[in-house]
């Protein structure tokens, strides 16, 4: 089973580079004011919605501990992340705040992983 889970680990980490390697390839776009938010942000995005649910699930049937309130505030911050860039995911251009906003949640979620222990 923790081959199956390690599996699941590395589609999350794509997803997120997915979701942040979109956002940065727009940085140049967004100081210009034409950023718009890429497929592959929106794709990052639901992979790493479907795998975390997966891993969670996965962890909890093998009874390994899971730190349910750093799993909510993650799915928080990834659900408010997938709301803006599917609801302006066909607009031309996004507004700098907004797609801003997206890239500095991006890294929030990042962070949250990687530190809270």
């Known amino acids: 089973m923790d081959v199956v889970i390690n599996i699941f680990v590395g589609l999350h980490i794509i997803g997120i580079a997915s979701l942040l390697g979109g956002f940065l390839t727009q ?3 967004m100081s210009a004011g ?3 938010f890429v497929p592959a942000m ?3 995005a639901l992979t790493m919605l479907v795998t975390g649910i997966v891993l969670v699930g996965l962890n909890q049937a093998q009874d390994y501990s ?3 309130i750093k799993i909510g505030i993650k799915l928080a911050v990834l659900v408010v992340i997938l709301g803006l860039v599917y609801v302006k995911r066909d607009e ?3 507004a700098k705040p907004l ?3 997206v890239g500095l ?3 929030v ?3 949250i992983a990687v530190v809270w222990t």
């Open 27 to 29: 940085m140049k776009a």
């Open 34 to 36: 034409t950023a718009r």
């Open 42 to 44: 929106l794709h990052g």
């Open 66 to 68: 899971v730190n349910n």
């Open 92 to 94: 031309e251009k996004v």
């Open 99 to 101: 797609f801003g906003i």
């Open 105 to 107: 949640l991006t890294m």
């Open 109 to 111: 979620n990042i962070f």
